[in-house]
Structure formats: structure tokens, C-alpha cells
């Protein structure tokens, strides 16, 4: 061993300048969750609060800055948000990708069609949406689940076929031959086998649909116009439509949804970090 | 004719895409066609297109996207760039932890660290107004100020996507094999020359992917923008994307909203068609197998 270096004492300090780059927003924001009423309202700004209340995650606030916004408030649209990303994520997945990945990588080996897949994957949604909103209101779905997941399969399908046809090029040929000569169908070879040697894939790519349908706000802003029971709106846009109203007023009860919600994204991604880096990268991170 | 077994199976398993591809794909194109080459009351017509060239907004929006997506890839492959080298040569117990850190930013939507920048640059109450006035310096109002607006809507976004550049360059830097370094270090090389000479060409393909995959998430980028500065002051933060929201679902010009998403498009896909006919991106998405 040898002693720490002048390098590596650079190299640490540097480490951690990017953390605190990375971790203050967050904590700035976890911290604005646990002040209360008129405490966010104060110069100097309190930067290391003294006292955590709870109050803004459960109760109305009822300071002089009153908006009664809590993070239990935005239950109705965790329900929605809830129900569209599972329901999407479930149809682009296993009715739409794992099919037709197999299909790309097995059967219809065509280098063009590898591409549109790529090239669909980077289309940005703001492209689609006059028409998409043409079509979910045409079928009547608009402020509604199923609308919303409908188009939310729009781009979820693409990255996760291509997602999927990266981990079944992996999969030995000699695996299939075998069942082949078991007297397997080439359909039960895909759901009986192949399927299941890649769960790794259809894990990341199930997290991975999930997590992008649960942020997506474009869609949901043109889709739906309020939250369940009577219609669709989605956690993003609890957060925006208060925080374009009042930017100035419901901050403590904001930063609380904004912690509250992001805890599910950033617990599953934290635990499957090495399957998501792959997917995230489209393939470029062997994970 | 008879389909082969082979196509035949690979048809049966794809139909599920090839409908998707039908509704998601097809007939959204032909309908963004269709408005955009029609007017409000469906006469057939270039107006919408016409309308692009003497659009003063367009042209402030074109220029805000133009440097924003400059600063923003270039913050974002600087900051990734930089702190993927800084923790492969860190050795110590951290590095799991620092790696983890450095993903969180991934996993937060959008909206919420829309949120975070909001509260952190507002001029009264946000801390880094408040640092720079103990400083001694004039606070300086990010949010509200013309030439500031649309940096700190880059820093934002360098904060959400530098280390999706971190995590590709990261990877990368590790499949180097190490006798490399040490067949370097015999010839005398210094660090910095087996950077140059050993670690840059190594890691040439992964560099144009997080280049590639980078430039593709900054133009998608919508959801900063709406949440922090809703494309003000004036139209300091317009970009492509924003003004085409706006068009379409603010001021209710469906037909020429239609034609900036097909200009929208055809700026992607050119630019897609490019990366992937001058530089060997694909083989390293896995998509072709290269000479290796």
C-alpha cells in the first residue's frame, strides 16, 4: 500500500465536490418538505433546519401563505399515475416487445428494420402530439386511463422491443436447437425458453417502461384535465399545475409530493441499478 | 406463393408490432401530414410552411434550441466526461457509493427536478441568490433575467443528464484492458500521455454513443423548460419542442403546430441519418456486427 498520494487526495476532494453537485438540489428540496409555513419565507434562507416537521407530507398548511397542497393530496393522482404506467408498461412489454424482439432477433433478421426500432426510440413525443390527440379524442378516451395508456405504449413499445432484442442476441442458439429437437414449436421454445432465459431483460425493460410512463408530462398536459375519480391527470401534473399557479405559495407542500413521489422511481432504480444502466444506454452498458 | 416456416413464425410473433407500428407510427404520420399541408378549414395548401419563413418567433426559438442543445451537450459530455475519468482513478471503498450518487438524478422525473431548480435559483428564497449576496455581489435573479433564463435551464439539464454520459463513458473506461496501461507505462509513457494515446482511442465507440444518445435526450427535453421558465422571460426559453406544445395546444394552431413537429422530425431524423452513416455508432449499439 502505498501512502495517499497528492493525487488521490485531488481525486477524492474532486469526488466530492460532484456529490454535493448532485445531492444539494435534492436536499435543498427534502429540506423545503420539512420546514413549516413561513419558515421558507424567511431571509437568510435556513439552510440546515433545526426542526423536521412532517406537517407539510400530512396536514394543510394554515400560514398566511395557505394552500392546503400536502403530499397525501396527491393520492387521486397516484392512483392514476399508478394504473396508466402499469397498464402501459404491461402491454408494450410482454404483448408487443418480447414477441416481436424474438421475431427481429430469430426469425426476421433485417438490419433496416433494427433501425426504424432505433429511430422510433428517438422520436421525441412532442412530435405526435396534434395527432395523437386527434385520435383519443376520435375514440372518445381523452381524460381517461385508457387513452393515456394507449399513447403511453407509443413509446414505451419501441424502447422496450429494442431493449429486449439486445439481451435475446445473447441468448446460444444451442439452447433453441435443443428444445427443437425435443419437439418444440418454435412458439414454445419462445415462451417456454427463450422468454424465460432473458428475464434479466424483461425485468429492466418492465422497470425501466414503468419509470418513463410514471414521469411522462407532455402527454398527460394534452390528455386528461383531472385527476381520478373524474378523469386521468398524473402525478406530473400535480406537481405543475400548482407550481404554475402559486409558484410563490404552496412550496413546503410541494417539495413534500416532489420527495413522496420520487421515492418509488429512485428505490427501484437504485436497486436495479446494473439492469437499468444497460437499458438506459440503450444497450451501450453491458450490465 | 407459400411463406417459409421461418417468416411465416416471425410474422406471427411480430403482429402484434406490426399493428402498433400501423396505429403508433403509420397513421399518426399521415395525419401530422395531412394538417400540415391543410389550412384551418382543410383546403389543401403550403400556407403553414410559408408562414415558418416570416415567423419571427420561430427564428428567436430555432437560435434558443440551436444553443441549447450546444450547452447543453457540451456541459453535460464535460461534466460526464470529467467525473467518469475522476472516479476511475479513484481508488479507495467509495466507489459504489459515489456511482450510486451520481445515478440518483437519473431516477428523478423530470417535473421534480424542475421543481428542485425552481426553489434553488428563485431570486428571494432560493440559497444560491442567497450565496452569491454573501458574497457581496447583486443577486442575480436566474429565472427572471433574458441572458440567464436559458443557461441555467442548461445547468438543469446538464444536472438530469450528465450522469446518463457518466454512466456510459464509466463503462467504457473499464472494458480498457489493463496490460495496455502497463505495456504504456514500459514505453515510458506518462499518465497523461497513456490517456491520450492509450485510454482516448480506446473508448472512441462508447464516446459516440453517449454523444449520439445524449444529443437525442437534450432535443426530446420539454419538461424542464415548462416546469421552470414556461419559455419566458419573453421568449428566452423557447425551444423547438416547447413552441410546438404551444402552437398546438395554447394558441390552438393545430395545422401549423403540424408542420414545426414534421420540421421537428425531419431535424432528428437527419441528424440520426448522419451519426449513423458517418461514424461506426451502430456496432456499438449492437446493431452491426464491426471487425473487431
Request: net charge positive.
Amino acid at each position: 500500500m502505498k501512502k495517499p498520494s497528492a493525487m488521490a487526495v485531488t481525486v477524492l476532494v474532486l469526488l466530492a465536490l460532484v456529490c454535493l453537485f448532485y445531492l444539494f438540489p435534492v436536499y435543498w428540496t427534502l429540506v423545503t418538505s420539512f420546514k413549516f409555513g413561513n419558515e421558507i419565507f424567511t431571509y437568510p434562507p435556513v439552510i440546515f433546519p433545526l426542526r423536521i416537521d412532517l406537517a407539510n407530507f400530512f396536514q394543510p398548511s394554515t400560514t398566511a401563505h395557505a394552500t392546503n397542497q400536502t403530499a397525501i393530496g396527491s393520492i387521486p393522482w397516484l392512483i392514476d399515475s399508478t394504473v396508466v404506467a402499469i397498464s402501459a408498461t404491461l402491454v408494450s412489454t410482454f404483448l408487443i416487445a418480447a414477441p416481436a424482439a424474438y421475431s427481429l432477433v430469430r426469425y426476421i433478421r433485417n438490419i433496416w428494420l433494427g433501425r426504424l426500432i432505433l429511430f422510433m426510440t428517438m422520436i421525441p413525443e412532442v412530435v405526435f402530439i396534434v395527432p395523437f390527440f386527434l385520435i383519443v379524442a376520435e375514440v372518445n378516451l381523452l381524460n381517461s386511463w385508457w387513452g393515456l395508456a394507449l399513447v403511453y405504449v407509443s413509446f414505451a413499445a419501441p424502447f422496450a422491443t429494442w431493449l429486449m432484442m439486445g439481451f435475446f442476441n445473447e441468448v446460444p442458439k444451442s439452447v433453441e436447437e435443443a428444445a427443437e429437437i425435443d419437439g418444440l414449436t418454435p412458439y414454445q421454445i419462445f415462451y417456454r425458453i427463450s422468454l424465460r432465459l432473458v428475464t434479466p431483460g424483461l425485468i429492466a425493460a418492465l422497470i425501466l417502461c414503468f419509470i418513463s410512463c410514471w414521469n411522462e408530462l407532455l402527454y398527460a398536459l394534452i390528455l386528461t384535465y383531472s385527476p381520478y375519480p373524474t378523469g386521468a391527470e398524473t402525478v406530473p401534473l400535480f406537481i405543475t399545475s400548482f407550481l404554475i399557479t402559486d409558484k410563490s405559495f404552496a412550496w413546503g407542500g410541494l417539495a413534500a409530493a416532489g420527495i413522496f413521489t420520487m421515492l418509488p422511481t429512485i428505490i427501484m432504480g437504485i436497486f436495479a441499478q446494473r439492469y437499468l444502466a444497460r437499458g438506459l444506454t440503450l444497450g451501450a452498458v453491458k450490465g | 406463393m407459400r411463406l417459409s416456416k421461418t417468416l411465416r413464425v416471425g410474422l406471427v410473433l411480430a403482429l402484434p408490432i406490426i399493428v402498433y407500428f400501423a396505429i403508433f407510427f403509420i397513421y399518426p404520420l399521415a395525419l401530422l401530414f395531412k394538417e400540415a399541408f391543410t389550412t384551418p378549414t382543410g383546403v389543401l395548401a403550403l400556407t403553414n410552411f410559408q408562414k415558418m419563413l416570416t415567423d419571427p418567433v420561430l427564428l428567436t426559438t430555432l437560435q434558443n434550441t440551436f444553443y441549447y442543445f450546444a450547452g447543453s451537450l457540451g456541459l453535460e459530455f464535460a461534466v460526464g466526461f470529467g467525473v467518469a475519468v475522476l472516479l476511475y482513478n479513484y481508488i479507495g471503498r467509495f466507489r459504489t457509493l459515489f456511482r450510486t450518487v451520481i445515478f440518483v438524478p437519473l431516477m428523478v422525473s423530470p417535473v421534480v427536478i424542475g421543481l428542485m431548480w425552481v426553489l434553488l435559483l428563485d431570486s428571494q428564497y432560493g440559497p444560491i441568490d442567497y450565496f452569491i449576496r454573501l458574497l457581496g455581489l447583486q443577486p442575480l435573479n436566474f429565472l427572471g433575467s433574458l441572458s440567464l433564463a436559458l443557461p441555467s435551464i442548461i445547468v438543469a439539464n446538464a444536472w438530469e443528464y450528465s450522469p446518463f454520459v457518466f454512466l456510459i463513458i464509466y463503462a467504457g473506461l473499464q472494458t480498457v484492458p489493463q496490460q495496455l496501461y502497463e505495456a504504456a507505462a514500459v514505453d515510458g509513457m506518462s499518465r497523461l500521455q497513456a490517456f491520450r494515446y492509450v485510454t482516448l482511442p480506446s473508448i472512441r465507440g462508447v464516446m459516440l454513443v453517449a454523444f449520439l444518445l445524449d444529443a437525442i435526450g437534450v432535443l426530446k427535453g420539454f419538461d424542464l423548460i415548462y416546469v421552470i421558465t414556461s419559455g419566458g422571460p419573453g421568449y428566452s426559453t423557447y425551444i423547438l419542442s416547447f413552441y410546438a406544445y404551444k402552437v398546438a395546444f395554447v394558441y390552438f394552431q393545430t395545422n401549423y403546430a403540424a408542420a414545426l413537429s414534421l420540421l421537428f422530425l425531419a431535424i432528428i431524423a437527419t441528424f440520426v441519418t448522419i451519426v449513423l452513416k458517418f461514424t461506426p455508432v451502430e456496432e456499438y449499439l449492437g446493431l452491426r456486427r464491426g471487425k473487431e
